[in-house]
């Protein structure tokens, strides 16, 4: 009876302390005895479940394909786009041939600056970007005079971006597509031109012409000047025609070259016209024969009528042929 009397009153003054320790520190009594007795239950109960969490639906997007019309801008966009060109390439200077509506591919990388050179002689009116934030667009000159130059210059911020540049000046309008790249960027870029070398070819072939004789071999005391022009007063009217006695001249002013040139008619005695060959020296008709009367015509409904009479003592002379 001692004994248990002893083991219950243990027990009874160790439950306290048990209940204490448990509460203010996790650790377990240090009666290896009682370990055996202590057990720490969770708290159990609705309270002390967390609420379950609600599953977050992401709506899956539903893919739209391109549009018809949408297609064909892309297509027309690849077409039009000409690339970097091994055989394009002067030192460092990718030269393309200008064309009207042509996109022009340029590679920039971030740190380095492409510059991209206009004609001499050429006018930046305005450059408008796609993405003006993220790059770097400034022009510059270089030279003086008919040499002075103007340089485009561009930069891209970082690697991966793509955009558009409009460049518009006084003579023509540029289109280009720039991509930048980790670290291949185009020093420099200009432009060849086809067409303004056509131009000043034909242009120089014509002021060949012009500073050609009319014809050659004439005799001085062979021309006859007995030529009488009437009729209206358009700006392409003649100011004098004469002969060799082979051949007879027209001479038209100056500016015959800037407007349409008249067809020329012989003219019968009973005033039926009939379409005559000739060619155009310069500002001169070369008609391969002598005539009485021509006309010179031109317009439909405000026609404009100047007519050649060959008169004087010329006319006595010789018989048209």
């Known amino acids: 009876m001692k004994t248990d009397f002893l083991a219950a009153t243990a027990l009874a003054f ?22 055996s ?18 599953a977050v639906q992401v709506p899956r997007r539903r893919h739209i394909p391109p549009s018809p019309a949408e297609l064909r801008v892309r297509a027309a966009n690849r077409a039009a786009t000409l690339e970097p060109a091994t055989g394009g390439y002067l030192n460092a ?50 030279g003086s005079g008919e ?9 891209p911020f970082n690697a991966g971006l793509a955009t558009n540049v409009i460049i518009t000046t006084d003579r023509r309008t540029y289109h280009l597509a720039f991509t930048s790249t980790a ?36 005799a001085v005391d062979q021309l006859h000047f007995g030529y009488a022009i009437t ?20 001479q038209f002013p100056a500016s015959l070259g800037e407007s349409e040139a008249p067809p020329l008619f012989l ?17 001169y008709y070369v008609v391969d024969r002598i005539f009485d009367a021509a006309e010179l015509r031109l317009g439909l409904k405000h026609q404009d009528v100047v007519r050649i009479s060959r008169t004087g003592e010329a006319t006595s002379r010789r018989r048209p042929s």
């Open 231 to 250: 009729g209206d007063k358009p700006a392409w009217r003649p100011l004098r025609a004469f002969d060799d006695g082979r051949q007879t001249f027209i």
């Open 37 to 54: 007795a202590v057990v720490v239950t969770p708290p159990s109960g609705p309270a002390a479940s967390p609420p379950p969490k609600a």
């Open 14 to 35: 160790a439950a306290p302390a048990t209940a204490q320790t448990t509460s203010t520190a996790p650790s377990l009594p240090a009666n290896p005895a009682l370990q």
């Open 183 to 218: 670290r291949t960027a185009m020093s420099a870029l200009s432009w060849t031109y086809p067409q303004d070398a056509l131009i000043a070819l034909k242009a120089a072939a014509e002021a060949a012409r012009a500073a050609q004789p009319v014809a050659s071999g004439l």
């Open 267 to 283: 003219v019968d005695a009973k005033g039926n016209a009939e379409l005559v060959n000739y060619r155009v020296q310069g500002r």
């Open 93 to 142: 200077v990718q030269v393309y041939p200008y064309s009207d509506g042509v996109i022009y591919h340029v590679l920039t990388a971030p740190g380095q600056v492409t510059d991209i050179a206009l004609q001499p002689g050429e006018t930046l009116v305005a450059v408008a970007a796609g993405d003006t934030v993220r790059w770097v667009i400034g022009d510059t000159t270089s």
């Open 147 to 155: 040499s002075r130059r103007t340089h485009v210059l561009v930069k």
